[in-house]
């Protein structure tokens, strides 16, 4: 065994990020910037939402997840992790894979299968989104929302599935008209 002192602090300080600087602050500006466009998507999102006519249609476009991925497509929009295939196929697939363990397992006759599919649904979008690399952190709440969202999430079944692609086309179409018009700012940098 080597001379290295392994307590627990120096396992601690191993974890702080390899020595890499933390990136740099975001202007006053840029931050405004941030959050006016985050009002305007969520806005656009809500105000579609709460229209007579989505409401007829059942349909439930304000999902929690879309506020995670609204932090990303409005304030770090250069990140890999906004980018609009990560987006839309990150929500889709996160969605898919929800029903799903939500209908296979969480509606089974077995008592007590919830816990398991809401840990199994996280996995799965966790898993699909990394093999089919586009990686969507809250991908993996809109797949958690599948299995235990409320009485209207579990009424749409798979229709909840179209639900969060729409929102998420609509998340990507503001960031895309919104990103472009500011200065210094761009989205997509790829798709």
């Not at 506020?67 to 906004?82: C, E, I, K, Q």
């Not at 839309?88 to 077995?110: E, F, K, M, Q, T």
């Not at 998420?168 to 997509?188: D, F």
Request: glycine letters at 14%; aromatic letters at 6%.
């Amino acid at each position: 065994m080597g001379s290295e002192n392994y307590t627990l602090l120096s396992c601690i300080s191993r974890l702080g990020g390899h020595g890499a600087p933390p990136p740099p602050r975001g202007t006053c500006l840029d931050a405004a910037a941030s959050g006016a466009l985050t009002l305007l998507g969520m806005g656009v999102l809500a105000g579609l939402h709460y229209t007579a006519g989505v409401r007829a249609l059942g349909l439930e476009l304000l999902v929690g997840s879309f506020a995670a991925t609204a932090v990303l497509v409005f304030a770090a929009p250069d990140s890999p992790l906004a980018q609009p295939r990560n987006v839309l196929v990150g929500h889709a697939l996160s969605a898919v894979l929800g029903v799903a363990v939500r209908i296979v397992v969480a509606d089974s006759a077995r008592a007590g299968s919830e816990p398991a599919a809401a840990a199994l649904s996280v996995a799965l979008s966790v898993w699909a989104m990394a093999a089919f690399g586009v990686t969507h952190p809250p991908g993996g709440a809109t797949a958690l929302i599948a299995v235990v969202g409320g009485d209207g999430v579990r009424a749409l079944g798979w229709w909840f599935v179209l639900d969060v692609l729409l929102g998420a086309i609509i998340l990507v179409v503001v960031a895309m008209v919104g990103n472009n018009v500011l200065p210094q700012r761009g989205y997509p940098r790829y798709w």
